[in-house]
Nanobody, 133 residues
Framework: QVQLVESGGGSVQAGGSLRLSCAAS????????MAWFRQAPGKGREGIAT???????TYADSVKGRFTASNDNTKNTLYLQIDSLKPEDTAMYYC???????????????????????????WGPGTQVTVSS
């Protein structure tokens, strides 16, 4: 059974940093494509970054330079480091998993996955990030 649990959110002032974690029950070097999303109040779910099983990350243009996604396969955990936080980063942050495309065992392209959250089957409950000015 796939379970994802995020942690590390909180309330910070603009300019601060946070590191979010996502514990993945199925492991991070498994048959799933992994990503981080966020959803601000009144807005749709926004793709932030995908990360593959060897730690290669692809980012949405809106977060490049401030967000760093990584994984630790020994701990079955994904991370999202957020630096220089802005009030507009206030949102619920989620990690998500999508099954690989069989029989090829591949993921959709990162750009496609970030634009299509419906491709992700499994979601964590989210962790709230609130940034004050």
């Amino acid at each position: 059974q796939v379970q994802l649990v995020e942690s590390g959110g909180g309330s910070v002032q603009a300019g601060g940093s946070l590191r979010l974690s996502c514990a993945a029950s199925m492991g991070t070097n498994s048959n799933y494509c992994m990503a981080w999303f966020r959803q601000a109040p009144g807005k749709g779910r926004e793709g932030i970054a995908t990360i593959d099983d060897i730690g290669r990350a692809t980012y949405a243009d809106s977060v490049k330079g401030r967000f760093t996604a990584s994984n630790d396969n020994t701990k079955n955990t994904l991370y999202l480091q957020i630096d220089s936080l802005k009030p507009e980063d206030t949102a619920m942050y989620y990690c998500a998993a999508a099954a690989r495309i069989m029989p090829w065992g591949r993921c959709f392209s990162p750009g496609f996955l970030l634009e299509n959250p419906e491709k992700f089957t499994y979601w964590g409950p989210g962790t709230q990030v609130t940034v004050s000015s």
